[in-house]
């Protein structure tokens, strides 16, 4: 795969421009894009955990670096914050047709660190929102 696009440097949940490839006339319908997560349930303190993205279609799809964390409280999500620390590079990255990359998701830089509990990423991927949902425990 190859970047795109550089912009800029955002924050999490930072409004951006958007850093879409120049647009084919192709349709990809959301059922051609999968977003995974294998295992779902992780130790508390893991640093890292990795998204499969997967593009099931004929035509390359684009993805950015950023992503965001939402903690299940009750039975409503709520975002997590970020540290001062975490900024995105937005880069479009693409992926090619019928093929999969990991995609890295940092927990070390949320604050403050996350507890046991259920979370999920949202994660962009041409322009639909996607969201993987995992589990911390002790």
Not at 6 to 11: Q, Y
Request: glycine residues 4%; negative net charge; charged residues 20%.
């Amino acid at each position: 795969t190859e970047p795109s696009i550089v912009t800029g440097i955002t924050k999490p949940n930072e409004t951006t421009e958007n850093t879409q490839p120049a647009s084919s006339e192709a349709v990809i319908n959301s059922s051609d894009i999968e977003v995974t997560l294998n295992p779902s349930v992780y130790a508390v303190g893991t640093k890292s955990i990795t998204l499969k993205i997967k593009n099931n279609s004929n035509t390359e799809v684009w993805y950015g670096m950023n992503y965001s964390i939402e903690q299940l409280l009750g039975d409503k999500w709520e975002s997590v914050p970020a540290s001062d620390d975490l900024m995105f590079i937005e880069l479009a990255q693409l992926l090619k047709p019928n093929s999969e990359q990991d995609f890295d998701v940092s927990l070390s830089l949320l604050s403050p660190n996350l507890e046991a509990g259920k979370y999920r990423i949202a994660k962009n991927v041409n322009g639909e929102q996607f969201y993987v949902e995992f589990e911390l425990k002790d």
